[in-house]
């Protein structure tokens, strides 16, 4: 059904770990591994499956390391990647890096997890959480009496343990937009030898959002989340403030996905501590929170001069923090020179860029970076890519949709009062400008 | 202290010294010992001499410990056979342990030593945690079942264990019931066949309620069981779809592709006028979308099955070409995939837009998307007829950067632009001209002359072009049917050909001539694949994995019969045999005669059958081509002296699913239902052999034959006599449609020629798996028989006594309800007349054929028998028979959901009972 085998191998292809599930594909099929992606990558054609004979390799990186399913079944592909990165996930939350040395340095629990993770091919208890209580580091600490499976992993409510106590119980609720922009680019030519490339139109924009939560409440209280949802308000009839139309929702596996189906009611039995409860994806066209308009011009043989300008159109109560704007400039490009009018910038030579940087943006304003760059009179002859100029910004207390939450209703049988507290953050998401060099 | 310390051992004597360690008396020190040893095995050094040692730490009461020597045992149990067996043991007593943590890691372990010897002592243990009062040790206990089905195929089927694996389906506990599922699939895979699953309404419903609780894994387990289901109707389809949408929403990828899979695959049988199905339509196009902000990996597999949805339903994802706009840091692979989609969905409304992106991507640096942009933009101007002139303009501008490969791929382009609109933009080739130093490439320079040719001698050129390409198009569509009809021999020349047609003809219209019949051909049964490697492959699962030849095809449900009727449609269940059909998709049958007649006209060797009303009609009126099949084994297999195209006996059935007649009563609906049944041994009546076609109407063959049930076997005994003057050679059989699904178990055993005047007496074996039509009468089986010479047909009635299966004894308090059940309307009488046996004779004349005496009455003198039995296809007959003593007409009284049956029935009593 998925997978085979799962070997965790470092960047050369050695082997630090695995697990065989299935035995139905050799071990030492995994040699064959570094060589394939190797080739793929001299021909600059990786692919995240590859075959070798009827043997397929399914993989994904983490830091230094692959990790690689095998298989020689028509397997469920989703499922498999899904598989590989949930196994990065847990081992994180395990060994707080994943990295070549905490898979040697925890062998022993790599290999228990691997074990509990998945049998037979077929994933079994992923949470990490749950997975903690009775798969722990400290194994020579391990009584006997302990190590009883907690009935979480097999009960309908999997990510929740019993008994859990806190004093205060209270609930942290943080919004966070993320803005995904595409702007398009064009560049004029002037006299065959100055290139100069400005900004054009938006071409593709939208909202992801998440609800994250940071849980503490104790027992098993069963929470309602109110949003200004505008398929939920259009179905209650009911019509006051702004609404917001999410155009596609995701929901961690505690929410009710038919109720939800059904009315719209986001109810729950929340995971105990910090979760993703939800994420939502936006399609309404907003403003560029940041406007960007740049003149590259490039004078072949001799200089790039760089003009940005950075625009605020966001409210004015609002301040975008840590704004940062990157502008690409030549590989062989030398000697810059800055002009802000605030902020500051630098040439970051190893990533070939620019990179201009305004601790605090309020909305409304209006900032400009001049740089010069000189060119080598012999001209590169390797082609370059035209990578687009990025922005990266936070904006506190606002979201950009407007979606707010309206009200968490939480209800425990022993009937205690619980706060919520509501965060919203508006930040840069694939935030692009394509430039043309 | 970290565990690496576990690999720093000094090389000298490190096996020795481990075992020695490994035999220390303090547990501390041995438990250490076998942490060494499994970091030696982990950076693979051979450390299976210390089995005997390590396998002696296995009794502890540590948990970690036991685990590490589990996960040595599992390493090299298979090197070490017979030292495996001193681990048994230790496996039994660890299931019977108070602590479920360790019975389960004893049943997890134990299915994963794959040394046969073993698997025999594990039964015990495991029936025993099959049962277990937790669930976390039958959850494992379910996958156990399957890792020693891997193992011991016969031993698993034997003790029992499947029916073990299906009562857990039922479990309380979802996540068992998810694992038990996981199982059954995973053995059902080895078992093509079998309906391992037992997909019906109730456990179709056990699943969609599982599905709301068990864990993200376990939910796409069910998933993809459901999506191998099929809704006996559009009702139930919806139905399943409406408790599936809501994973739509959910938070992981696979559970989102494993819901689209079903959704699209019940799409099928959903009529469009439906107002259900264009919500459904809207509703997968959102969450398609949001798998594109997934990991890259994610992200591609989404893209590669986005791509053929999009092939299969254009609508869904026509409005949202822009989210497939390439972005600078996408992976290749996920660019080039992107791009491939754009096409796709490029249209008039859009094709400013692709344009403009197209032009960007080919300003890039990397070659190979480079290269695939310029070549799209030649597919826009082919594919939109209104932008060609844009695409052209777009070209020429790209040939301005005089990038050197940008140029040759777009002058290659640019002549298959000029072959699909000619004498349109020749006013370009001024410019094209400019260039020719800088072509090295071989394709771009064969463009090149070809282009420069087309001023000089354009209509020549074209009209050449133009032969050539009638020769490759007709080609092209006679593989294609070729295919259809010898599917197995010809896949791989098909595959081929089309190939070649799409990728490497530069004939615009070849290449999507090539497009549409490859999509046909492929695409649909892809869909049943979403979000499996076949999916991302583009390609079936039997192209690339192997011994999967041949079995476990999936296909795409068929919409039944006509909407308005509503009656619920025949056979909708295992009985459709699309098996051999390859990936030929039924629904799009019709469409894809039309195209393959397109070009070659009159002779329709695609069936279009219709087999609504007369029996014979689709058969007989359908031409001798549909009747026999070229797969029917030894009996035709490459026998040159057969001029005619035979047809896999499949293919009309796939072309043709069993539609609904409107007429069809609830009562005959029952009748299709199939049931196998019990075979005991007994031998029934058996009429004597008839002539069923004379030697004057088949050129010299005649053959008289019977039915007959024996060891509750069904066999069409027959004499085959040669009363021709020239042998007889290469005979097959082959039966029409038929009202019990009776079809040939096996081809007809003649291998030798029939000599002149010589006879053989054959003994053909049936079952019921059968396509099912009604016939009239209903017993009637039509029969095609083919030798060298021709084609022969005849009809015989099929003595209903054959169907009488074993099993057909009822339970009294059963009977006693059922009887009282079927309405009035549905007894019938009859009488037989000048009959001169006592009621026990009677009873043991009948059970012979499987009519089994549930109770004897004297009713004011009179011996009242009540009898039932039942039918293959699962149909009960009720049957009450009253003798007076002295008077030799017996009253047979006949109840049954299926009023048609009872005539037939009682011609067996009389036969039985006068002979």
């Known amino acids: 059904m998925s997978a085979s085998a799962v070997f965790v191998l470092d960047l050369k292809g050695k082997v630090l770990i695995c697990r065989n599930y299935k035995g139905d594909v050799d071990m030492a099929e995994i040699d064959h591994f570094l060589p394939l992606l190797m080739t793929q990558e001299e021909e600059g054609l990786t692919c995240p499956i590859m075959s070798h004979g009827n043997v397929h390799f399914l993989w994904i990186k983490h830091t230094n390391l692959y990790l690689v399913a095998t298989t020689n079944k028509n397997s469920n592909a989703s499922l498999v990647y899904a598989f590989l990165y949930k196994v990065v996930e847990v081992f994180t939350e395990y060994f707080t890096e994943l990295e070549e040395e905490s898979i040697q340095d925890n062998f022993v629990v790599v290999y228990e997890l691997l074990d509990e993770l998945m049998d037979f091919g077929f994933p079994q208890t992923t949470d990490s959480k749950i997975l903690q209580e009775y798969i722990t580091q400290e194994g020579t600490k391990l009584e006997v009496a302990k190590t009883k499976v907690p009935t979480t992993v097999t009960n309908a409510v999997s990510w929740r343990s019993e008994g859990i106590k806190y004093k205060k119980n209270e609930v942290f609720i943080d919004v966070i937009e993320s803005i995904n922009l595409l702007v398009s680019g064009f560049t004029r030519r002037m ?22 939560l940071k849980t503490m409440l104790s027992g098993m209280p069963e929470l309602r989340l109110g949003l200004n949802d505008r398929a939920l308000f259009a179905l209650t009839g009911r019509d006051k403030g702004k609404t917001v139309t999410m155009e596609d929702v995701k929901f961690h596996q505690c929410v009710r996905l038919s109720r939800f189906e059904s009315d719209r009611t986001i109810s729950f039995i929340p995971p105990d501590g910090e979760s993703e409860l939800m994420s939502y994806r936006i399609n309404t066209h907003v403003k560029p929170l940041i406007w960007i308009e740049s003149v590259i011009e490039k004078f072949s043989h001799s200089r790039v001069e760089i003009m940005v300008k950075a625009k605020g159109q966001f409210k004015k109560q609002s301040v975008a923090n840590n704004v940062e704007v990157r502008v690409p400039v030549p590989s062989d490009a030398d000697s810059p020179k800055f002009k802000t009018s605030t902020g500051h910038a630098k040439y ?22 001049r740089a010069s760059f000189g060119l080598p009179s012999v001209e590169n002859d390797e082609m370059e890519g035209k990578p687009p100029i990025t922005v990266n910004f936070e904006i506190p207390y606002f979201t950009v949709s407007g979606i707010q939450v309206r009200y968490m209703k939480i209800i425990e049988k022993s009937g205690y009062q619980a706060l919520p507290w509501v965060r919203y953050i508006t930040q840069s998401g694939d935030y692009q400008l394509r430039s043309n060099f | 202290m970290t565990d690496s310390k576990y690999f720093t051992t000094n090389k000298k004597g490190e096996i020795f010294e481990l075992k020695a360690e490994l035999n220390n008396e303090k547990k501390e020190k041995r438990k250490e010992a076998v942490k060494k040893v499994i970091a030696a ?13 390590v396998v002696n730490c296995m009794q502890t009461d540590n948990l970690e410990l036991k685990k590490l020597v589990y996960l040595y045992l599992m390493n090299y149990a298979k090197s070490q056979p017979d030292m495996a067996i001193m681990a048994v043991n230790s496996f039994v007593k660890d299931c019977e342990d108070p602590n479920p943590l360790i019975r389960a890691l004893a049943v997890r372990t134990m299915g994963c030593i794959r040394v046969d010897k073993i698997t025999e002592y594990l039964c015990e243990p495991l029936r025993k945690c099959l049962k277990d009062e937790d669930p976390y040790v039958r959850k494992t206990a379910a996958v156990c079942v399957a890792k020693l089905h891997d193992i011991n195929a016969q031993m698993v089927e034997d ?49 969609l309620t599982a599905l709301n609780e068990c864990t993200e894994w376990g939910q796409i387990f069910i998933l993809d069981c459901l999506s191998n289901y099929n809704p006996k109707d559009e009702r139930e389809a919806q139905s399943i779809c409406e408790r599936v949408t809501p994973r739509l929403s959910h938070a992981n990828s696979a559970v989102v592709l494993s819901a689209v899979k079903v959704l699209m695959k019940f799409l099928e049988l959903l009529p469009k006028e439906l107002d259900y199905y264009n919500t459904l339509l809207k509703k997968l196009s959102p969450p398609l979308v949001t798998l594109l902000s997934g990991e890259p990996e994610v992200q591609y597999v989404a893209l590669r099955n986005i791509n053929l949805i999009v092939q299969k339903r254009p609508e869904i994802l026509k409005q949202e070409i822009k989210v497939f706009f390439v972005k600078y840091n996408d992976p290749i692979y996920v660019k080039l995939e992107k791009l491939d989609i754009m096409i796709r969905l490029a249209s008039q409304a859009n094709i400013a837009q692709v344009l403009a992106e197209l032009k960007e991507y080919a300003t890039e640096v990397d070659v190979d998307f480079v290269r695939k942009a310029v070549r799209a933009i030649g597919r826009c101007a082919i594919k939109v007829e209104q932008s060609a002139e844009r695409c052209v303009s777009t ?60 001023p000089r001698s354009a209509q020549t050129i074209h009209s050449l072009g133009g032969v050539l390409f009638q020769v490759q198009l007709t080609l092209l569509t006679a593989i294609v049917k070729l295919f259809l009809k010898k599917p197995s021999e010809t896949q791989e020349l098909v595959q081929q050909v089309l190939s070649l047609a799409t990728q490497d003809s530069d004939n615009p219209d070849l290449r999507d001539r090539g497009y549409i019949y490859w999509r046909l051909l492929s695409t649909d049964p892809l869909i049943c694949h979403i979000g499996s490697l076949a999916s991302v492959y583009h390609k079936p699962p039997n192209a690339f994995v192997e011994g999967s030849h041949g079995i476990h095809r999936k296909h795409l449900p068929i919409q039944h019969g006509s909407i308005d009727t509503g009656e619920s449609p025949v056979s909708a269940g295992p009985v459709v045999p699309i098996e051999q059909a390859q990936s030929v998709i039924p629904s799009q049958g019709d469409l894809l005669g039309d195209l393959l007649n397109l070009d070659l006209g009159p002779p329709v060797n695609v069936p279009q059958v219709s087999s609504m009303q007369m029996g014979a009609v689709d058969l007989l009126g359908g031409g001798l081509d549909s009747l026999l099949g070229g797969d029917l084994g030894g009996g ?40 196998t049944g019990m075979a005991i041994s007994t031998g029934g009546y ?23 049930r024996r060891q509750g076997q069904m066999y069409m005994d027959m004499t085959f006599t040669n009363k021709a003057l020239q042998h007889m050679t290469d005979f097959a059989i082959q039966f029409n449609k038929n009202s019990f699904g009776v079809i040939p178990t096996t081809p007809l055993p003649i291998h030798t020629p029939l000599m002149p005047s010589q006879s ?79 009621a026990d004779t009677v009873s043991g004349k009948l059970q012979n054929d499987n009519i089994y005496t549930i109770a004897k009455r004297n009713v004011e003198g009179q011996d009242m028998l009540y009898q039932s039995l039942k039918l293959t296809n699962g149909i009960w007959i009720l049957a009450e028979l009253r003798i007076q003593p002295g008077n030799p007409n017996y009253t047979l009284s006949l109840k049954c959901r299926a009023p048609e049956v009872t005539q037939y029935v009682y011609q067996v009593y009389y036969s039985v009972l006068k002979n």
């Open chain 1, 191 to 212: 006299l065959g030898l100055i290139h100069v490339n400005a900004n054009g139109s938006v071409m593709s924009s939208d909202i992801v959002g998440t609800v994250k």
């Open chain 1, 348 to 369: 970051v030579p190893e990533k070939n860029l620019a990179v201009w940087t305004i601790k605090s943006f309020p909305g409304g304003k209006e900032f400009l970076m």
């Open chain 2, 41 to 53: 095995m982990t950076v693979g050094k051979d450390v299976s001499s210390l089995f005997p040692d």
């Open chain 2, 159 to 207: 003790q029992g264990f499947l029916d073990s694996l299906r009562d857990l389906i039922a479990d309380s506990n979802p996540m068992v019931v998810a694992n038990a599922v996981a199982a059954l699939s995973e053995i059902s895979e080895s078992h093509p066949n079998s309906n391992l699953l037992d997909l019906n309404p109730q456990n179709i419903n056990k699943l």
């Open chain 2, 395 to 454: 070209l020429l501008d790209l040939i301005q950067t005089k990038v050197n490969y940008v140029v040759q791929e777009a002058i290659v382009v640019i002549r298959d632009i000029f072959r699909k609109y000619p004498n349109k933009y020749e006013s370009i080739i001024a410019t094209l001209c400019e260039n020719l130093d800088s072509l090295d490439e071989p394709d771009a320079r064969a463009a090149m002359i070809w282009i420069g040719q087309v």
């Open chain 2, 636 to 675: 035709v297999g490459g026998s040159p002296a057969v001029g005619q195209n035979f047809i896999p006996s499949s293919v009309p059935n796939t072309f043709a699913p069993s539609p609904t007649p409107a007429a069809l009563s609830s009562g005959l609906n029952d009748l299709f239902e199939l049931s």
């Open chain 2, 686 to 708: 058996v009429t004597p052999k008839s002539v069923w076609l004379p030697a004057v109407k088949a050129k010299g063959l005649e053959i008289s034959g019977t039915f007959s």
């Open chain 2, 760 to 838: 053989i007496e054959v003994s053909l074996p049936l079952n019921t798996i059968g396509p099912v039509m009604k016939m009239d009468p209903l017993n009637n089986l039509q029969v095609a028989v083919k030798n060298n010479i021709d084609v022969f047909y005849f009809s015989g009635l099929i003595p209903l006594n054959i169907f009488f299966v074993e099993d057909g004894k009822m339970e009294r308090q059963v009977f006693l309800a059922t009887w009282k059940d079927i309405p009035n309307e549905n007894e019938l009488q009859y009488q037989i007349k000048e009959c001169h046996l006592n």
